[in-house]
């Protein structure tokens, strides 16, 4: 079955950088669009960042332009969210996901998600 795993999360101060990995198995990864999300208890998951297929599309909410990036490499079937200047409001757990078909915002458009990794950041 197909797997999505993300790495990479963890406790960094207000103004540094993490970059989340994520791997996907038994997924043909360069047919589909990559998406990242995020969640906080008790909130819904909100969409960060997506990449279509190509790479030649991104797409990111308007909290984090200008200080993530995402990315891939089909070749190892990665998806990659570089973040920089982070905030305390980044605090969340994010999760990747992959879309068969187009580019969306919504989760639901999304077939497979990964595990989820913590993203914690003190001020």
């Known amino acids: 079955q197909v797997q999505l795993v993300e790495s990479g999360g963890g406790l960094v101060q207000a103004g540094g950088s993490l970059r989340l990995s994520c791997a996907a198995s038994r997924l043909t990864f360069n047919t589909y669009t990559m998406g990242w999300f995020r969640q906080t208890p008790g909130k819904e998951r909100d969409f960060v960042a997506a990449?279509?297929?190509?790479?030649?599309?991104?797409d990111y909410t308007d909290s984090v332009k200008g200080r993530f990036s995402i990315s891939r490499d089909n070749a190892k079937s990665t998806v990659y969210l570089q973040m920089n200047s982070l905030k305390s409001e980044d605090t969340a757990a994010y999760y990747c996901?992959?879309?068969?078909?187009?580019?969306?915002?919504?989760?639901?458009?999304?077939?497979?998600w990964g595990q989820g990794t913590q993203v914690s950041v003190s001020s």
């Open positions: 996901a992959a879309a068969h078909y187009g580019t969306s915002r919504r989760p639901d458009r999304y077939d497979y």
């Open positions: 990449i279509t297929w190509s790479g030649v599309y991104t």
